[in-house]
């Protein structure tokens, strides 16, 4: 059965520390994604990567958020420092998405992050 | 914003009653997508409709999508207490680089 893993699912850290968030997507997806899930903003794209290569981060804080992947099976966001207000639910998705088509995305079960 | 938007933000309903959630969205699409969220888990795709098509039926979901009116709907006809979960819309604008831009979702409760 395919899917999505991240890792940690739960992490509550203190605000300075470094946190960093995997993800494993589906095998043969070409296209990864970063979503982070807050109750005011709701779901925002991050970051994602087609065949590896990152497409679009402007939806993320470039000055202490960076994401990559670094093989197939593994994509990472890291946030350095971290800070109170990157406290969210942070969920990475993976697709097989065509030129013409973005199909069905496979999310995982999301990485809680708390910042203290 | 090109974020789709919900309508209602919660809606409570008794088991068995259909339960109707809206989408608008403000540029054209490709397809618009709906997703399911249940508390404390990840979000599962529900059914996809293109910017083609008018209506589209999966087991006890129907999607509707008036491009004119660029908005989608939702129903969930015989509704029960496990359909209980947030509901997201999420569109493929049309010129983008193929990213999903979800809505502020729909919470749906069932009442046994």
């Known amino acids: 059965d395919a899917r999505v893993t991240q890792t940690p699912r739960h992490k509550v850290t203190e605000m300075g520390q470094e946190v960093t968030m995997r993800c494993q997507p589906i095998l043969g997806h070409n296209t990864v994604f970063w979503y982070r899930q807050t109750m005011m903003q709701g779901l925002e794209l991050l970051a994602y990567?087609?065949?590896?290569?990152?497409?679009?981060d402007s939806g993320m804080p470039k000055d202490r958020f960076s994401a990559e992947m670094p093989d197939a099976t593994l994509a990472t966001l890291k946030i350095q420092p971290s800070e109170p207000r990157d406290s969210a639910v942070y969920f990475c998705?993976?697709?097989?998405?065509?030129?013409?088509?973005?199909?069905?995305?496979?999310f995982g079960e999301g990485s809680r992050l708390t910042v203290l | 914003s090109q974020q789709g938007e919900e309508d209602p933000q919660a809606l409570s309903i008794q088991e068995g009653e259909n339960a109707t959630m809206n989408c608008s969205y403000k540029?054209?699409?490709?397809?618009l997508q709906w997703y399911r969220q249940n508390s404390g888990r990840g979000l599962v795709h529900l059914i996809l409709i293109r910017s083609n098509e008018r209506e589209k039926h999966s087991g006890r979901l129907r999607v509707t999508l008036d491009t004119s009116k660029k908005s989608s709907s939702l129903l969930i006809t015989a509704s029960r207490a496990a359909d209980t979960a947030s509901y997201f819309c999420a569109t493929d604008h049309s010129g983008s680089a193929r990213q999903l831009t979800f809505g502020s979702g729909t919470q749906l409760t069932v009442l046994p």
């Open positions: 998705a993976s697709g097989l998405v065509q030129v013409i088509d973005t199909g069905e995305l496979f």
């Open positions: 540029t054209s699409i490709n397809n």
């Open positions: 990567f087609r065949n590896r290569a990152p497409l679009d």
